[in-house]
């Protein structure tokens, strides 16, 4: 394999990581002007699949910061803030080279592997989706995943603009249900800003500290235990909404804060 051809597939590569739905380097996306009914397009199915010869870099970077390509998704399961994208990128390539078509049932995430099916369940109505993840993104600070418009329409967060989710990672062998649910009983969600964790209290103490000199919202320190040693994890909240997570990121890092990122609990 020559220099010259390495050079082309990595430039490749890279055009189409960030030529994908970009998830934050744009806030021009919109849903279609007449959009279908979603209610019976199916949830996607688990299937084996080689890997994307160019969505699976060891790491890329963009916007300044550098992403590790997960090696596998096994054992996936994290939650977090979803968001959506749709008519902007309706029509273009993905990370892993597939069309990308809002009203099919795919996603977009940082890390895992492409492709990568995952069950994604709106944790404040119930409702779950099946979901192929085949692009990269979302590229927006306190994002966990991007879905299609017809997913995100699905589980009724197009309207808001984000929801709180939960991700596990599926193959064809795990169970899942294979069409979409309705609403079902729903656990508490809380929602906090991470601003950082700590292996001995006194530095979350000394955090804890300066963050109370400088907002007046309720800051906590959360004990996490592990078999290798306890964490103090310093966070703010519960806060009210997703906005008011992003908008208070954005004034810690203009207080000097740089490492807070939503949480979901």
């Not at 055009?15 to 007449?34: E, I, K, V």
């Not at 990128?89 to 009203?103: I, P, W």
């Not at 940082?110 to 369940?121: A, G, H, I, N, W």
Request: one cysteine or more; proline letters at 5%; a positive charge.
């Amino acid at each position: 394999m020559t220099k010259t051809y390495l050079k082309v597939l990595y430039l490749m590569s890279l055009y189409l990581l960030l030529s994908a739905c970009g998830g934050g380097l744009s806030t021009h996306d919109r849903a279609p002007t007449y959009p279908r009914d979603v209610s019976n397009i199916p949830n996607a199915v688990p299937r084996d699949e080689p890997k994307s010869k160019y969505g699976n870099p060891a790491h890329y970077d963009v916007l300044g910061k550098r992403y590790y390509t997960l090696n596998s998704s096994r054992g996936y399961h994290e939650k977090g803030v979803a968001s959506w994208y749709g008519k902007k990128f309706h029509g273009r390539r993905t990370s892993s080279g597939e069309t990308y078509d809002m009203y099919a049932m795919t996603a977009a995430h940082k890390t895992l592997p492409l492709p990568t099916y995952v069950e994604v369940t709106n944790l404040a109505n119930g409702r779950k989706v099946i979901v192929k993840v085949n692009d990269r993104g979302p590229f927006h600070d306190n994002r966990l995943i991007d879905l299609s418009y017809a997913a995100a329409k699905k589980l009724d967060i197009v309207s808001k603009g984000t929801g709180t989710v939960e991700i596990r990672a599926i193959t064809k062998n795990d169970h899942y249900t294979s069409s979409s649910t309705s609403v079902s009983n729903t656990a508490y969600v809380g929602l906090y800003l991470q601003v950082g964790a700590f292996s001995t209290p006194n530095l979350a103490e000394q955090l804890k500290e300066k963050l109370q000199q400088k907002i007046g919202d309720t800051i906590l320190i959360v004990p996490l235990n592990k078999p290798d040693g306890n964490l103090y994890r310093v966070r703010v909240g519960p806060l009210s909404n997703v906005e008011y997570g992003d908008a208070l990121a954005r004034q810690l890092v203009d207080l000097g804060f740089y490492d807070a990122h939503i949480v979901v609990e």
